[in-house]
Nanobody, 119 residues
Framework: QVQLVESGGNSVQPGGSLRLSCAAS????????MAWYRQAPGKQRELVAA???????NYADSVKGRFTISRDNAKKTVYLQMNSLKPEDTAVYYC?????????????WGQGTQVTVSS
């Protein structure tokens, strides 16, 4: 079992920065990929960024060049550094872990953290 605890959501003005953190615990060795998703009211949840066990990353086109996903294996934590924030970045941000145990895939979600970008 994997548990995900998020932190870092806040309100910020356009052009500002935030760093989200997602700390994993439990069977962390089974995690293959971790990712950040976001969901605005009335919209579908969308992938923001992902990072694999070997460090490969993937970003949504809308955040390329502004957001950076990274990991700290010692702390069992994944981060999302968000720079040059725009009002359209406003959403609930969710951490997700894809894990494999006994040849079965499991998906775990964090509780979500609110990011609000407004002037």
């Amino acid at each position: 079992q994997v548990q995900l605890v998020e932190s870092g959501g806040n309100s910020v003005q356009p052009g500002g920065s935030l760093r989200l953190s997602c700390a994993a615990s439990g069977s962390t060795s089974s995690i293959e990929t971790m990712a950040w998703y976001r969901q605005a009211p009335g919209k579908q949840r969308e992938l923001v960024a992902a990072i694999t066990r070997v460090g490969r990353t993937n970003y949504a086109d809308s955040v390329k060049g502004r957001f950076t996903i990274s990991r700290d294996n010692a702390k069992k934590t994944v981060y999302l550094q968000m720079n040059s924030l725009k009002p359209e970045d406003t959403a609930v941000y969710y951490c997700k872990a894809d894990a494999q145990y006994a040849h079965s895939w499991n998906v775990y979600w964090g509780q979500g953290t609110q990011v609000t970008v407004s002037s």
